[in-house]
């Protein structure tokens, strides 16, 4: 049983827990595998059962289920982190980009799957994690990228990778960077008190719809105090 993150379980600095998953994969330690039929066997009958009824039903042998999820683009198999490495989530669709991060051993990397529809990478220090997560997740890096999104019937979408071709690599040394950090600290120290606050426990649970959860956080973080300095520093690194 694995913890499985989609994009409904990311909102602008939350990472809610994954939806739980049987799958007959394992964590080796050459990476993600799928396991074998006694691999299988050794779960016991009744979820050994529970798998073999579910690969019948979509006529796959469990080879050809690790490799539909793995992807030609290896999105499984790619997978692996430690538990001191800080990882960043951000959206792949939609208007309007959002991200979040989480240190390894909070979500253990032999017990997490991630699901194609978030894009997540992994940096070596906090630091790096709130630059990233900051930006991505400002008024700023919205304007910077809306011009080059497809529209649909309802507006700009298909964030994909825009956001992140446009921030620049994170330098400790360079005060513009510092100053988007130590910003996104103050907003980050408001938000773990506004958080807390009963209207936003609802919003902090992906059974609420993606959409609206998203937007409701993101309008509680634009009332803080910490907001417009914040916006400020990211506006200042973008030019805009």
Excluded at 90 to 115: F, M
Excluded at 216 to 223: D, G, P, S, V
């Amino acid at each position: 049983m694995f913890d499985v993150l989609i994009s409904k379980h990311l909102a602008p600095y939350e990472l809610a827990a994954g939806a739980k998953g049987l799958l007959p994969f394992q964590y080796g330690t050459g990476g993600w595998e799928p396991r074998t039929g006694p691999g299988i066997a050794a779960l016991g009958g009744a979820t050994g059962g529970a798998i073999k009824a579910a690969l019948t039903a979509i006529n796959e042998s469990v080879d050809e289920f690790f490799e539909t999820v793995d992807t030609d683009r290896k999105k499984l198999s790619g997978q692996g982190w430690t538990g001191q490495d800080w990882l960043v989530f951000a959206s792949a669709g939609g208007k309007l980009p959002c991200a979040a991060y989480v240190r390894g051993d909070q979500i253990p990397c032999d017990k997490t799957v991630i699901d194609q529809t978030l894009y997540w990478g992994r940096v070596a220090t906090e630091d790096e994690a709130i630059y990233i997560t900051a930006l991505i997740n400002s008024q700023a890096v919205i304007e910077v990228i809306k011009a080059h999104q497809p529209r649909g019937a309802f507006g700009e979408r298909h964030i994909h990778k825009l956001a992140f071709d446009r921030t620049p690599a994170f330098d400790t040394a360079n005060p513009d960077h510092r100053a988007i950090v130590n910003a996104a600290k103050a907003l980050l120290s408001e938000w773990a008190t506004r958080r807390t606050q009963p209207d936003m426990q609802p919003m902090l649970s992906p059974q609420k719809h993606m959409i609206t959860r998203r937007m409701k956080i993101r309008a509680a973080l634009e009332q803080l105090p910490g907001w417009d300095a914040y916006q400020e520093a990211c506006a200042n690194l973008y030019g805009v």
